[in-house]
């Protein structure tokens, strides 16, 4: 009995040196973003689109030096791209010998942050064209394919009133390109003349029926405000954020230059 006291000791530090690790590779597990897989109904005509849209091109901004110091010095999240310009842009001086120097800039109520809570992808969002064909009177079956009849405008936006709506969006926007990696945008354009080869039968005896949906992404999440302060005293400079308040919010946004399609052939119009 004696002799296996050590050993049991040893498997129980070894267990106890492992379970942390497994632990941790949980909760690390658990982090990985979701993937968005596209499904094969849905097809990229960004070469086809007859309408050129613009590339929806919102990097993240990166702080300058004295902006990365003033908001790591903030107890609130700062994410908005439209503040840190304008604390890039900023440039302060200070000496060391500013001895009992104070001052307190107010820089206004601004959103801070958005906090991502669900991203939802709906390939059938908004339909944008049908094309049709009746082959009840033909002999052998009939290829159709996909042409837009007309130019087709598709917008997003949020699902409801807010402040400061443009630097909400944009923040969302970040957020959903970020999870999804998709080309979005709150508007996007297919033009008319568009078209796809892929080919879909008609049968004989039957009508065809090829319809196009534009998908959009279904963002929800929180977003943050605050009133926001820059706090000088002496040679050290500080961010403070008062009155947080927070507020749900849900966006639909737009897939660029993505079409999902729907066939069906029927014996009846539709």
């Known amino acids: ?22 632990s941790a590779e949980t909760k690390n597990a658990k982090k990985e973003p979701a993937t968005y897989q596209i ?33 790591d010095s903030s107890k609130v999240k700062i994410e908005n791209p439209d503040l840190i310009r304008m604390l890039n842009e ?12 104070r001052a307190i800039v107010y820089l206004g109520q601004w959103p801070l942050n958005y906090e991502s809570t669900e991203t939802a992808l709906n390939w059938e969002y908004q339909k944008i064209n049908t094309n049709y064909y009746d082959n009840r009177g033909g002999n052998v079956p009939y290829q159709i394919h996909y042409v837009q009849e ?34 979005l945008a709150f508007d996007t354009i297919i033009g008319a003349g568009t078209k796809n080869d892929h080919v879909y039968n008609i049968p004989v005896n039957r009508l065809g029926y090829l319809y196009a949906y534009a998908p959009a992404v279904n ?3 929180k977003v943050t405000y605050g009133e926001v302060y820059l706090m000088l005293k ?23 230059d993505h079409v999902s399609f729907g066939f069906a052939a029927s ?4």
């Open 1 to 22: 009995m004696k002799k296996l006291f050590p050993v049991v000791v040893v498997t129980l530090l070894l267990l106890l040196a492992i379970l942390p690790t497994a």
């Open 39 to 71: 499904p094969p109904s849905v097809r990229n005509i960004t070469k086809e689109n007859t309408y050129p849209n613009s590339t929806q091109d919102l990097p993240t901004l990166q702080p300058s030096e004295l902006t990365k110091q003033l908001i």
């Open 90 to 101: 900023s440039s302060i001086n200070s000496t060391p010998f500013a001895l009992g120097y």
């Open 150 to 183: 007309a130019q087709k405008n598709i917008r997003g936006g949020l699902t409801a009133k807010i402040e400061n709506a443009e630097d909400v969006k944009k923040m969302m926007l970040l957020k959903a390109m970020e999870k999804t990696r998709l080309p």
């Open 219 to 221: 963002e929800k999440g």
């Open 234 to 256: 002496g040679s050290k400079k500080v961010i403070v954020v008062k009155n947080v308040t927070s507020q749900g919010i849900g966006a639909w946004i737009p897939v660029q």
């Open 267 to 270: 014996e009846r119009p539709r």
